[in-house]
């Protein structure tokens, strides 16, 4: 299995190609062409969320925690005192941070439901939902940065594949296979989970068609095209 480090500079090269790529082809401005480049990264490195002491999973409920903490006084800041906000904060944070944390942990096992192709479609549509419905992005932002998480998933699960694969000695690990997985089939509940969350996130997502017609109209002459990007 690859490390952090690889997964992470393997993601943000590709997502350095993918952001430069749609920048072009799509006349996108610099800012949003950052966000594709850090969403791809992101994605690189969000299979090992199920990884229970993984910086992935740390980052993830520490961000998540804080978040909920911040969202949680901000609703109740007319009601309460100040002391009593820092409470509700401090209390909210650590039922993210840690007792969510473990719970979420005793229904995951590494290379389980979250490694595998439905589990990075659910990741790719979570980012749109969040990027539209939180972040206030447009629709063609929200999903290309949907895309780009779920093509630093795909990136991280062939890493693991490959890593699986030892060449020096022409051998293959019993890790191979568990990564690059359409779904999950050992663990049902967990695949079901992944499959009602996508089906939900694409119920929550913006319009699909308008930036299926944005993409359309691009020149389909890829030689173009890359030509164009190395100028």
Not at 91 to 107: D, M, N, T
Not at 169 to 193: E, P, Q
């Amino acid at each position: 299995m690859a490390d952090f480090n690889t997964h992470f500079f393997t993601a943000t090269a590709v997502g350095a190609v993918y952001a430069t790529v749609v920048t072009k082809g799509l006349g996108l401005d610099t800012e949003p062409a950052l966000l594709l480049a850090a969403t791809t990264a992101i994605g690189g490195v969000l299979p090992d969320v199920d990884l229970k002491d993984s910086t992935p999973s740390k980052a993830l409920f520490l961000v998540l925690g804080a978040l909920v903490a911040l969202f949680g006084m901000m609703h109740h800041v007319s009601r309460f005192s100040v002391m009593e906000l820092l409470l509700i904060g401090i209390s909210l944070f650590i039922a993210v941070r840690y007792v969510l944390w473990g719970i979420f942990h005793q229904f995951t096992v590494h290379r389980g439901s979250l490694h595998s192709i439905a589990a990075t479609i659910m990741f790719g549509t979570l980012a749109v939902v969040l990027c539209y419905r939180v972040w206030g992005m447009s629709p063609q932002v929200s999903w290309l940065a949907g895309i780009g998480v779920s093509i630093g998933c795909i990136t991280h699960l062939t890493l693991d594949e490959l890593y699986s694969v030892d060449f020096t000695g022409v051998r293959i690990k019993r890790s191979f296979g568990s990564a690059l997985k359409i779904i999950d089939t050992d663990r049902w509940l967990g695949s079901v989970a992944v499959v009602i969350s996508t089906i939900f996130c694409l119920w929550l997502a913006p319009p699909a068609k308008p930036f299926v017609r944005t993409l359309q109209a691009v020149d389909p002459n890829w030689r173009e095209w890359f030509l164009a990007i190395s100028f």
